[in-house]
């Protein structure tokens, strides 16, 4: 597949429309973000949350959802979140926003994206195409993770 600079400037191929992502919990930090110059990490703290261990993983964090800076979580307690990254902004009574950029069933970049040589995964590592949207034809979601129906089949 190729493209011409009038396709990219004017957005070809592009969906106007929400894409429908998972989404994620809000909350509220009890404490400021604590950084550790050594790993490059911070951690942040919502003593009322009751998050799995590991659960938000991959997922990004928006630690002010007045801003719009996000990070890449690395790992997480039942109520800590560790991010890639300084995190220095004085955090504690603000609200964040943990974002979860997986496909919602319904979502229209489901089987809309274009087909790329070597690309056989998701950041997940499912694999990629799936047909999400079983019309029998797979074809790439358009976005990072590929959504996988229940029963759908790689390449079919």
Not at 32 to 49: E, G, I, P, R, W
Not at 116 to 121: F, P
Not at 125 to 153: H, M, T
Request: net charge negative; with cysteine; hydrophobic share 35%.
């Amino acid at each position: 597949m190729t493209f011409n600079a009038t396709e990219i400037v004017n957005g070809g191929g592009n969906i106007d429309a929400d894409p429908l992502f998972v989404g994620g919990p809000t909350g509220t930090w009890t404490q400021n973000a604590a950084y550790d110059a050594k790993t490059f990490q911070s951690t942040l703290t919502d003593a009322k949350a009751t998050w799995e261990p590991g659960q938000l993983k991959g997922k990004l964090l928006q630690p002010d959802t007045e801003g719009k800076l996000q990070y890449a979580i690395v790992a997480n307690g039942a109520n800590s979140v560790t991010i890639w990254g300084k995190c220095a902004a004085p955090l504690n009574g603000k609200t964040y926003r943990i974002n979860d950029c997986h496909l919602q069933a319904n979502s229209p970049c489901i089987d809309a994206g274009a087909k790329l040589a070597g690309v056989t995964n998701d950041l997940d590592g499912a694999p990629r195409p799936v047909d999400g949207n079983k019309d029998g034809n797979a074809l790439p979601d358009i976005g990072a993770f590929e959504y996988a129906a229940p029963n759908a089949a790689a390449g079919k």
